[in-house]
């Protein structure tokens, strides 16, 4: 996994590599070592795999590529690797969607996670409300709060009632904590 990561999606960034390696990834999601567990982790491979998947499907979602276009327009220009990635969604999640029911808690939060974020994507705007109950499940039941925060989030996107304010709300890029207020971008870099 570590390889995986390093490779393909080296500091969040979406590469010529990472679309084959998550279409890879996602065919792997059903073989039956998958549910082996990680040594020294107890969580099943496939958990592992779709919190990958989830990760990367957030590195090119609409609030993310939002916050590039800002810095690098055209990103999303027809034939870029952002683009191109972004086109799977709708394959990543005809892969991940059998594990919304999965009998392992870490498997199903994670392919909810995975669900949520991919679910951005126009052409699968008709899940959205059979994801809702997925998305409530995460926010009363998740101790973790990024998973929580991408629930909430897809709940307020979509028009449903949320509870409370928006939880593990991420710092923004030019405001973390030892930030002077400049971006990591603006001059004088």
């Known amino acids: ?8 999606n080296h ?3 979406i590469y010529e590599a990472t679309a084959p390696a998550a279409l890879y990834v996602a065919g ?3 073989h039956p070592a998958a549910a082996n567990l990680r040594a020294y982790r107890n969580v099943p491979i496939r958990a592992t795999l779709l919190n990958w998947l989830a990760s990367v499907a957030y590195d090119a979602s609409d609030e ?10 055209g990103s999303l220009t027809p034939g870029t690797i952002m683009a191109a990635f972004r086109g799977l969604r709708p394959t990543l999640y005809r892969a991940v969607a059998p594990f919304l029911q999965d009998g392992h808690e ?8 995975a669900a949520l974020i991919l679910a951005e994507h126009p052409a699968l705007a008709e899940h959205r409300d059979h994801l809702v109950v997925h ?5 009363d ?3 973790h709060g990024p998973d929580r925060r991408v629930a909430w989030n897809a709940l307020a996107a979509w028009g449903h009632d949320v509870p409370g304010p928006e939880p593990f709300r991420e710092e923004p890029w030019d405001c ?10 603006e001059p004088p870099f």
Not at 1 to 8: A, D, G, K, Q, Y
Not at 106 to 113: I, K, L, M, Q, S
Not at 135 to 139: E, I, K, T
Request: proline letters at 4%.
């Open 141 to 143: 039941t998740s101790g």
């Open 176 to 185: 973390g904590p030892h930030s002077d207020g400049r971006g990591d971008l």
């Open 11 to 13: 500091q969040n960034s």
């Open 1 to 8: 996994m570590s390889e995986l990561v390093e490779t393909v």
């Open 28 to 30: 792997i999601l059903t």
């Open 135 to 139: 998305a409530r499940r995460v926010l």
């Open 64 to 73: 993310t590529v939002g916050r590039i276009e800002r810095y690098f327009p």
């Open 106 to 113: 870490d498997v199903r939060e994670a392919a909810v996670v």
